[in-house]
């Protein structure tokens, strides 16, 4: 097609000299038909290559392929944009993940080595108290702390009193002088 219009732009650009050349040879020949057939001749011509003209400049679209290019350039700088920026988004999601799985673990790890040396430490406390419980035990018999054995009442020296022990004193305490 575009080789067509060029083609059809030439001959109108020959037709048209020709027709100014037989309106001119009309004229000087005074043959009013010859001047007419090259007027209309160059009239076509004229027609012909305004309408090329007109053409070129109605399909004419280098600035707008220009301005597509252009804007699609800029659409792809911002997709680029786009996928760089999701793809920062989803190494520091993974980063942050991955930090919160380490320091999660690190307290885990914090918590189960506090946990033993507290538990160490009550072994330790324990086992001294145990060991001094049997040394003030072990001094108190000693030192002629009644047993048992030797018929003396122990309801004395018990310190807590239970209610199994002595139900009647435990009820009467409870009360408080109240009847039920």
Do not use: N
């Not at 993940?97 to 009550?122: I, P, W, Y």
């Amino acid at each position: 097609m575009r080789s067509g219009t060029k083609t059809t732009a030439a001959v109108a650009a020959v037709v048209l000299p020709i027709g100014i050349t037989v309106i001119l040879w009309g004229v000087w020949l005074e043959e009013p038909a010859r001047a007419i057939a090259g007027a209309c001749l160059a009239l076509t011509a004229s027609a012909l290559i305004a309408l090329h003209l007109i053409r070129g400049w109605v399909t004419d679209t280098t600035a707008e392929r220009a301005r597509l290019a252009e804007s699609t350039r800029r659409a792809d700088d911002e997709y680029d944009r786009y996928v760089a920026g999701r793809a920062a988004q989803t190494a520091e999601r993974e980063r942050m993940r991955r930090d919160t799985e380490m320091a999660a673990a690190a307290m885990a790890r914090q918590l189960d080595s506090e946990r033993r040396k507290m538990q160490d430490q009550f072994d330790a406390e324990r086992s001294d108290l145990i060991a001094r419980t049997f040394a003030t035990s072990f001094e108190l018999l000693q030192h002629g702390l009644p047993t048992p054995s030797q018929g003396r009442d122990r309801s004395r020296d018990v310190v807590i009193p239970f209610p199994a022990q002595h139900p009647a004193e435990v009820e009467q305490s409870r009360g408080r002088d109240v009847s039920r």
